[in-house]
C-alpha cells in the first residue's frame, strides 16, 4: 500500500459546526503533515508530527485541533471555522530520515 | 533560508523535451533540491531530488549547475499528462521541512 487516504473528499460546514478531517496510511511512514491550500496558491504547511506527537506547529489558529492517535492515522479537527479558513487540506507522510512526502488527494473544505 | 525563483508559466509541445529551470542562489551546501508536482485536482506528487550530480529516474531527470545556484528539471517526451504545477523546494526552517514556492504552471499543447 503505497497511498494516503484522506476523507472526506468534500466538507461544507457552517460557522459552528464541528467535524474533522481524516488520514491514513499504511506505509509505515513515521512522520505525518497538514498542509492548507488556498485556490491558485502552493500548499502552506500547518502541522507536523513525528512518531505521534507534534513536532511543528506553524502558527496555526486553535480552530484548527490535530490529532494523532497512532502512526497510521492523522485527525484534523475543526471548530468555528470562518469563510476564508475554505480551502484544501492535505495530509502527507514520510519515513523517518527521508524527505521524500507522500500527498493523499486532499479534502476540500468549503466554510458558509 | 534559501528562496527559490521559478517562472510563472511555460508551454511545451507533445512529445518535445521540457526545460523547467529554478534559481536558488541562496542554497546550502548541504540541502537536497526537490521536485514536486500538482496535475489538476491532486495533491503534489514527488517527481526528482539531488544534492549536487544529475539525477535520473523514471518521470525526470534534474540537471544541477556546479555551483548549485540552479537546477533545471527535464522532462524527456512531455504528454498531456504532464500538464502540472512544478514546484522545486528547498527544506526551510530550522526543522529542514519541504516549503512550497509559487512554482511553474506547465501547459502541454497537443
Known amino acids: 500500500d503505497t497511498e494516503v487516504t484522506q476523507t472526506p473528499k468534500h466538507l461544507v460546514m457552517g460557522m459552528t459546526n464541528k467535524k474533522s478531517l481524516k488520514c491514513e496510511q499504511h506505509?509505515?511512514?513515521?512522520?505525518m503533515y497538514w498542509y492548507k491550500q488556498k485556490a491558485k496558491k502552493p500548499p502552506e504547511l500547518m502541522f507536523v508530527?513525528?512518531?505521534?506527537?507534534?513536532?511543528i506547529n506553524e502558527s496555526v489558529p486553535s480552530r484548527f485541533s490535530p490529532e494523532c492517535p497512532n502512526s497510521s492515522l492523522l485527525n484534523l479537527h475543526l471548530h468555528a471555522l470562518q469563510p476564508e479558513d475554505s480551502a484544501l487540506y492535505l495530509c502527507?507522510?514520510?519515513?523517518?530520515?527521508?524527505?521524500?512526502?507522500?500527498f493523499g488527494a486532499g479534502s476540500r473544505l468549503t466554510v458558509l | 533560508d534559501a528562496k527559490t525563483t521559478q517562472p510563472n508559466s511555460m508551454e511545451s509541445n507533445e512529445e518535445e523535451p521540457v526545460h523547467l529551470p529554478c534559481n536558488h542562489s541562496?542554497?546550502?551546501?548541504?540541502?537536497?533540491i526537490h521536485w514536486y508536482r500538482q496535475l489538476p485536482s491532486q495533491g503534489p506528487e514527488y517527481v526528482i531530488h539531488?544534492?549536487?550530480s544529475n539525477v535520473n529516474n523514471r518521470m525526470a531527470s534534474l540537471a544541477i549547475a556546479e555551483d548549485r545556484k540552479s537546477s533545471t528539471l527535464i522532462l524527456h517526451r512531455a504528454t498531456l499528462r504532464d500538464a502540472a504545477v512544478y514546484y522545486c523546494?528547498?527544506?526551510?526552517?530550522?526543522?529542514?521541512?519541504?516549503?512550497f514556492g509559487s512554482g511553474t504552471q506547465l501547459t502541454v499543447l497537443p
Open positions: 502527507a507522510s514520510t519515513s523517518s530520515g527521508a524527505n521524500v512526502l507522500t
Open positions: 506505509m509505515g511512514h513515521r512522520a
Open positions: 508530527y513525528s512518531y505521534e506527537k507534534l513536532s
Open positions: 541562496t542554497i546550502s551546501g548541504t540541502d537536497y
Open positions: 539531488g544534492l549536487t
Open positions: 523546494i528547498l527544506p526551510r526552517g530550522s526543522a529542514r521541512q519541504l516549503t
